[in-house]
């Protein structure tokens, strides 16, 4: 069974960019969270995808968008970089809709620096 | 500000039981996490409560909550130098999950 897969790993990007990460969900996971964790910090619901609908949001502004592919794959898109944006972004993924779907699985992350 | 609160760091002794409090806001969170945070990786789901149960037990971890304080413990029994890492605590709110800011677990040998 693959785990939850991110990339890239690293990433500098200056201010006022926009940058695309991407998430592969463990296998057979049909649900995918992203995650913002600042330094020092617990991570920050951005939103959730389900069935390619997003399907909750936290407080995050419109500049941060998402994807789900059929295939359970994910983007998170970030416009008009802003320096508080630099931090850890997780992607996170579980079975709705089975007797499992409270295990959330994590990937390793993307570290994102805006200079 | 987290509406999860955990205490900063706590620090043990190598064989010694650690205790890591957490308390949360949502009464209607349906399940309560914790997960472990090694530097440099993402994070491991450890172990999961579901909210009507009191304890959880599952080989060296014991959960215990209490639900009228909504108060959340883990246990580690046997502390071992490899058990040094960050461990959040969560609450499950409809799609969402909230995290307190981290316990940062120091095992001295």
């Known amino acids: 069974e693959t785990g939850v897969t991110q990339s890239p790993t690293h990433l500098i990007k200056t201010r006022g960019q926009q940058v695309t990460l991407r998430c592969s969900s463990q296998s057979g996971h049909n649900t995918v969270s992203w995650y913002q964790q600042a330094l020092g910090q617990g991570p920050q619901f951005i939103f959730q995808y389900y069935r390619e609908e997003e399907n909750g949001r936290g407080n995050f502004p419109p500049r941060f968008s998402g994807l789900q592919f059929p295939n359970y794959s994910s983007e998170l898109n970030v416009n008009a970089l802003e320096l508080d944006d630099s931090a850890l972004y997780l992607c996170?993924?579980?079975?709705?809709?089975?007797?499992?779907?409270?295990?959330?699985?994590f990937g390793p992350g993307t570290r994102l620096t805006v200079t | 500000g987290e509406d999860v609160e955990q205490s900063l760091f706590l620090s043990v002794r190598e064989g010694d039981s650690s205790v890591i409090n957490c308390t949360y806001t949502d009464s209607s969170s349906t399940y309560l996490y914790w997960y472990k945070q090694e530097p440099g990786a993402g994070l491991q789901l450890l172990t999961y409560i579901f909210s009507n149960m009191d304890m959880k037990q599952d080989q060296r971890l014991t959960v215990l909550l209490n639900k009228k304080d909504k108060h959340l413990s883990l246990r580690i029994a046997d502390t071992q130098t490899g058990d040094s890492a960050i461990y959040f605590c969560a609450e499950s709110v409809l799609n969402d999950m909230r995290f307190g800011a981290g316990t940062r677990l120091t095992v001295k040998p």
């Open positions: 996170a993924s579980k079975q709705k809709a089975t007797g499992s779907e409270n295990e959330q699985y």
